[in-house]
């Protein structure tokens, strides 16, 4: 089973050819600066698959609070 949908990964894409056009920023609504190197790039187009209800598994801060909360303590 695919963790992400072939759709989630077009956003990604889009995203990072923003990046390399210059016009991708960083920040709410964009209004922060350029964004320069690959990683927020993928970051920020996940995070615009995610807004769009496509599927993509959650932030990975979300993912290790949960399993925090899981295991118990003796």
Request: without cysteine; hydrophobic residues 25%.
């Amino acid at each position: 089973m695919a963790r992400y949908s072939q759709s989630a990964g077009e956003d990604v894409e889009r995203a990072m050819k923003r990046k390399k056009k210059g016009t991708l920023r960083s920040g709410k609504g964009g209004k922060g600066g350029k964004v320069k190197s690959r990683r927020p790039a993928i970051a920020i187009g996940l995070s615009e698959a995610r807004k769009k209800g496509k599927k993509v598994p959650s932030k990975a801060a979300a993912r290790q609070k949960t399993k925090r909360k899981k295991t118990s303590r003796k």
